[in-house]
């Protein structure tokens, strides 16, 4: 599906002017000292290249920290870089403009025509457009740069990401403040006279018997056109006509108001039916056709006061999840294929909500959210650190009118976020708690300025949540402070603690590929009740007992976190809904000593779309297609004393399952919500030593659906590790993998082992590393006592190292 590239006026005349600027463009990290050292590079390299910066070929998006994010030996970088590309500009239309359009570049970014400066932008997250048309024609008048650049056009952008406290966000976060072009940039040709930004704002009532819609427009109009016409079309769903209207416009105002009509009868948009309406805006005037358009739903939604939430006039549980725009060997730059994957999934998972974390994100995700049915939370970078000055505190106006502006017309979205945790202070030697206080009132004000339907909200700042319409406490049961049995305590206090409650942020870091038999080993120490996470909750020293120091961070444990969160919210008929955090692991640079350094691994699957057995619980929970799964498809081998039962469990939603051990049948159990764990859906299971096969069969609507797992089965004991025993095995012509078991001194795996491994290599060959997962890194805590990682040969061949600390190094050849 290809999708329309938004901007500022996109569609003239009779042909659509946009153009993706992906290709062609080089890169510079650090700094130069202005455009004319881009230049010169480009003119004078070639037998200079001793008094020359090298020069990166990429494609765009790109972020400075698609590797350096994750890598464990370096701080990311931030700081300035430099692009730049040579482009043909031939704008077809009579005394047209030509247009840069930035989707999101971070995070002070200044272009350039040439030498010339066309524009700068503070932010990293909000689309942007600059006007290049004068700076392009005086370029063109320099016949000799024209005649070295054979006609083309010379577009220079620097783009900055160094730490600044008078900037939004705080570089406190637990996320990178990425740098770079890490979204698309479109070079888009339109009339004299264009459109802008349309606001489509369509309403329906309580009955959803009739819609009422009204559409406005900014005029983007240089050369000062008198008047001009519009024509507004509404079509269904299934394209027909619902709605023409035409009108004149005074084409000297700045902002026109088009139209209102109604249309009776509307199709609704939700989760289940995401219908969406096309409203098409076509300006004509004597400079051309400017034609947008946009896509938009109608749907009425209301939080209960102390209750649940409604969509349409009927309770809907908000089964949420968090996104991060971040991916494995990209950072930042997500493709839009990266992100339709990642939408997709999580609609696969069962996800009808998403709070977006913590800034206003690609216009490709709103997309994606309109299309699939996805309620949406998003919000402005003011995230922890305090507040700033004056500078710091209109960056935060600025964004969030852009953002409301930009994301208006998405159905999609019910809440705009003002902040998150913006009682963590950091950034300023004093705390002013009023004066964060007197600033949130603010933008909750502008917010419903902006936009008077839509809902406001903030995460976990007490003083404040009061302030907006909806307020998310810390509740992190079970993780950084309590008992996951905590939990429903906890929310009910909380729902009755303000008039509208959502639980944003909650789960529990689980490193992928580490199962546990004894998953809350070592936790009799954790206490119950407070439930709030606190500074330094997320250390992983220090500090009273808590499973976020003391655990074990396997996926056995979150499993049953989660499944015992999700069990509960069916039983609690206030609750308006939840979101998990995150939807995918994520790289941060507060947490350098986790499993994989610098990654927050608390996603359900791994930095590179890699499922972990978390995304299976919430789809017994929150689908409806049928299926099954047992837990522990990446445990090869499972441990006990021999004749021992162990635990299997299986997650469905299935009435029924029936489970098999090596081809014998262990009988049916029938699904119960209630029946913790797994819904009732467990089996203790006396394994054979050796290889085990186990298979589930689901019973659902007179379908049946499997699911299959082999394990091994230790039962000698180990001691401590003492050898690393390193295997090969190929993965593709090009690309083997490299594993290392940890021993002991008799050769037995020790399969509860959680030391660090170092993999490295000189030869011909690369390890394929700082992705941020759990088989992408050089450095990495082994899961069950193994690590892996893959080596590209390169055609040639390599030597790779293993290392964990108080063991002898090994060695294997890779050809």
């Known amino acids: 599906m290809k999708r329309k590239i938004a901007a500022l006026a996109l569609c003239l005349a009779t042909v659509c002017q946009a153009e993706r600027l992906n290709e062609n463009w080089d890169y510079l990290k650090g700094d130069i000292g202005g455009p004319w050292e881009a230049l010169r590079e480009n003119l004078e390299r070639k037998g200079k290249p001793e008094n020359i910066p090298v020069w990166d070929k990429v494609t765009l998006p790109h972020c400075f920290n698609a590797w350096d994010a994750v890598d464990p030996d370096v701080t990311y970088y931030q700081g300035p870089g430099w692009y730049r590309t040579f482009i043909d500009i031939k704008n077809p239309l009579k005394n047209g403009r030509t247009l840069l359009h930035f989707e999101g570049a971070g995070q002070k970014t200044e272009v350039y025509v040439g030498l010339t400066p066309v524009g700068k932008h503070v932010g990293g997250y909000d689309e942007w457009t600059v006007d290049i048309t004068d700076a392009v024609s005086k370029h063109r008048k320099d016949k000799e740069l024209i005649e070295k650049y054979k006609g083309k056009i010379p577009i220079i952008v620097r783009c900055d990401n160094t730490r600044d406290l008078e900037m939004m966000p705080s570089d406190l ?113 004597e400079a051309g056709v400017s034609e947008e358009q946009d896509q938009i739903g109608f749907r009425h939604f209301e939080f209960l006061k102390n209750g649940p939430f409604m969509l349409n006039g009927k309770r809907l549980l908000l089964r949420g999840t968090h996104r991060h725009e971040d991916h494995a060997g990209v950072a930042a730059a997500m493709t839009e294929d990266m992100i339709r994957t990642e939408m997709e999934m999580m609609k696969e998972m069962g996800v009808n909500f998403i709070r977006l974390g913590h800034y206003q994100q690609s216009l490709i995700v709103l997309e994606e959210c309109d299309r699939l049915g996805i309620l949406v939370w998003e919000e402005i970078p003011w995230c922890r650190g305090g507040i700033g000055g004056e500078v710091y505190k209109e ?197 350098p000593e986790n499993p994989v ?123 401590k590790p003492a050898i690393l025993e390193v295997t090969t095995f190929r993965d593709s012509e090009n690309q083997t993998w490299v594993e290392v078991l940890l021993n002991d001194k008799h050769g037995v795996p020790c399969l509860d082992a959680t030391a660090f491994v170092r993999f490295s290599l000189v030869g011909d060959g690369r390890l394929v590393d700082n992705l941020g997962t759990s088989t992408g890194a050089n450095k990495v805590q082994v899961c069950n006592g193994r690590a892996r990682i893959k080596v590209d040969a390169n055609g040639g061949s390599s030597v790779v190292a293993v290392s964990s600390e108080g063991l002898k190094t090994q060695f294997i050849s890779i050809k």
């Not at 490193?511 to 070592?522: K, L």
């Not at 590179?608 to 049928?626: G, H, I, L, N």
């Not at 659906?705 to 001691?719: A, F, L, M, P, Q």
Request: with cysteine.
């Open 173 to 285: 976060s637990d996320f990178n403040v990425y740098g770079g072009l890490y979204r698309y940039v479109n070079l888009n040709y339109v009339p004299a006279l264009s459109l802008g930004l349309r606001k489509v704002d369509a309403k329906v009532d309580v009955a959803g018997a009739e819609g009422v819609v009204t559409v406005s427009a900014d005029l983007y109009n240089p050369t000062g056109i008198q008047s001009a016409e519009a024509e507004i079309e509404l079509r269904a769903p299934n394209g027909s006509m619902v709605v023409t209207k035409k009108v004149k416009v005074d084409a000297s105002k700045t902002t026109v108001s088009l139209c209102e009509f109604k249309v009776q009868q509307p199709l609704l948009w939700s989760p289940e039916e995401p219908n969406l309406y096309t409203c098409v805006v076509r300006l004509k005037s």
């Open 395 to 591: 960056q935060g106006r600025r964004m969030l009118r852009n953002m409301i502006a930009q994301h208006y017309n998405h159905p999609s979205v019910i809440i705009w976020g003002l902040g998150n945790e913006n009682d963590w202070p950091g950034d300023t030697p004093d705390f002013d708690e009023a004066a964060v206080r007197n600033y949130m009132i603010e933008l909750n004000t502008l917010s419903h300025e902006l936009d008077p339907d839509r809902k406001t909200a903030i995460r976990r700042c007490e003083f404040c949540k009061d302030v907006v319409d909806v307020y998310s406490p810390s509740i992190w049961a079970g993780w950084y402070r309590g008992k996951f049995t905590d939990y429903k305590a906890s929310t009910k206090k909380a729902v009755d603690g303000v008039d509208h409650f959502f639980h944003a942020e909650w789960g529990a870091s689980n490193h992928a590929r580490r199962h546990s038999e004894t998953p809350d080993q070592n936790l009799e120490a954790v206490g119950g009740g407070s439930t709030d996470e606190r500074d330094g909750d997320a250390s992983l020293y220090g500090g009273p007992p808590r499973v976020s120091k003391d655990g074990d961070w396997s996926e056995t444990y979150a499993c049953n976190l989660i499944d015992w969160h999700l069990k509960e919210q069916e039983t609690m008929p206030y609750l308006t809904g939840s979101a998990y955090w995150p939807f995918k692991d994520f790289s941060t640079p507060i947490r």
């Open 597 to 719: 350094p610098y990654v927050n691994q608390k996603g359900v699957v791994e930095r590179d779309f890699r499922k972990k057995e978390a995304f299976y619980v919430f789809q017994s929970y929150w689908t409806v297609e049928p299926m099954v799964h047992i837990y522990g498809a990446t445990w090869p081998t499972r441990w006990g004393k021999a004749g021992e039962a162990k635990l299997v469990k299986v997650y469905s939603n299935c009435d029924e399952v029936e489970l098999f051990l090596n081809g014998k049948s262990l009988g049916k159990k029938k699904r119960d919500s209630q029946n913790f764990p797994a819904a009732g859906l467990r089996w203790r299971v006396k394994f054979k030593g050796g290889e085990n096969n186990v298979e589930a069969v689901g019973f659902k609507n007179g379908k049946q659906i499997k699911d299959n797992v082999t394990w091994g089965y230790e039962t000698r004991e180990w001691g």
